[in-house]
């Protein structure tokens, strides 16, 4: 089978609508990316990143340390600002190599950009030292870490600058997050999100969320309307030349890596905003937590596979579940091929990156599959995945 062309996932691959986001907004206790005192809304985790290496004031004439563990958007905005990109080592638990970086810190670097992968947080405390002794900053990836706490403080509080990327942890088309506990970024002037780019969010969870039977039979009307909506609008592209440029959506809302100049500057939208106000953080963080238990469980000693964290500690709120594969090439395509939803952060990393100079990276980005634990998966869909990547892996 093509490897574009596998079937969509059975079950969702990211939060999806549901009931749980129509109350009063929630007095988050949970610790938090949001706990930083300041915070901007912008529609992507890159752009967010985009902006904090501007703050950083970083030129061509800098150099900007990053994760040789990484995917696309991480790097592009430091390439935007025609800055040099150094790559620096990290260990086998995906924690930054320390010794790596202290060598790769020059007078030149002028940021750092640590990753919380997969939500297991990062010990920042002796990079926080390191970068204050050289007067460089230090901006936290909380991508795949909305919740939780690091080095005691909540995530993303740390370092000068945080990003996040929102629609990883809720159902959302659009959003990221800058966030500082030290400059004022509340500020900063975006544009507005222009009105199609509006509903269009909005629809698109509500479609999401019908396509997944999430809504019952709220679901059963919804879904008559939008079938409505979308005869007249592709009625409307088929009549009216330039229409594709009204429905445009950051790349990022579509699975894309590359970073888009004409999104930096535009804030999130008003639907986005409002259902990560309106969610209940602990319910998520502890639903989160309950299904990765339950796939570490199931697959931990599954033959030919290794959990890369032996275990979840307390605190830790996981994106995913992430599961080393010793026959990465045969089991992605025939998981693929039954609707097992996976990401596989890392699978394209630059062309810096060897095997000889960066072996632990190479291996991560080729044998690490990670699978879901979100906090929309009903039981018979965690079931469905357990028992499809058994019989997948012992067939
Ligand atoms: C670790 C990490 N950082 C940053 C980003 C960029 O986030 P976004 O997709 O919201 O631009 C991603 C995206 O997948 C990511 O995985």
């Known amino acids: 089978m093509d490897i574009n062309n596998f079937p969509p996932p059975f079950i969702p691959l990211s939060p999806i609508l549901d009931d749980g986001y129509w109350a009063k907004p929630h007095q988050h206790k949970t610790p938090s990316i949001f706990d930083a005192q300041y915070k901007l809304n912008t529609t992507s985790g890159r752009a967010a990143l985009s902006i904090a290496l501007e703050l950083c004031q970083v030129t061509s004439a800098h150099n900007v340390l990053v994760p040789s563990y990484h995917c696309e958007s991480m790097v592009s905005p430091a390439l935007r600002l025609t800055s040099s990109v150094f790559f620096y080592k990290v260990n086998k638990d995906t924690s930054p190599d320390i010794k790596d970086i202290s060598e790769k810190i020059n007078k030149q670097t002028k940021a750092i950009l640590v990753t919380h992968f997969f939500g297991f947080t990062q010990d920042l405390s002796d990079i926080k030292q390191l ?14 870490a909305f919740f939780g706490e690091t080095t005691s403080k909540p995530v993303g509080t740390v370092g000068d600058y945080a990003i996040a990327s929102t629609m990883k942890f809720f159902p959302v088309l659009d959003g990221g997050i800058l966030a500082s506990d030290k400059h004022d970024v509340s500020t900063i002037t975006l544009n507005k999100p222009t009105l199609p780019f509006q509903l ?3 629809i698109n969870s509500f479609e999401k969320a019908i396509s997944f039977k999430r809504l019952g039979k709220r679901g059963t ?40 100049e004409n999104w930096i500057n535009v804030h999130s939208t008003y639907f986005s905003k409002q259902i990560i106000t309106r969610a209940n953080y602990s319910s998520i963080c502890s639903k989160r937590q309950h ?47 039954k609707g097992v939803p996976i990401w596989r952060f890392g699978e394209y990393l630059d062309e810096q ?3 000889e100079e960066f072996p632990i990276s190479c291996e991560l980005s080729k044998t690490i599959f990670q699978f879901p ?10 079931d469905w995945m357990i028992t499809t990547i058994k019989e997948t892996i012992k067939s």
Do not use: M
Request: aromatic share 8%.
């Open 131 to 144: 970068c204050d002794k050289h007067n460089i900053f230090l901006i936290e990836d909380c991508a795949h």
């Open 200 to 202: 269009k969010s909005a």
């Open 221 to 260: 009307f919804l879904n008559l309307l939008l079938s409505v909506k979308n005869n007249l609008w592709n009625s409307i592209k088929r009549s009216v030349s330039g229409s594709e440029k009204l429905t445009s959506v950051p790349g990022s809302s579509e699975g894309g890596f590359g970073l888009d």
């Open 291 to 337: 299904n990765y238990k339950v796939l570490h469980n199931a697959l931990k000693d599954l033959p030919g596979c290794e959990p890369l964290f032996e275990s979840s500690p307390d605190g830790v709120t996981p994106l995913v579940y992430p599961l080393k594969f010793d026959n990465p090439d045969l089991h992605f395509s025939a998981l693929k091929e």
């Open 353 to 355: 990156i060897t095997p």
């Open 373 to 382: 634990c979100h906090q929309s998966l009903t039981q018979d869909e965690l």
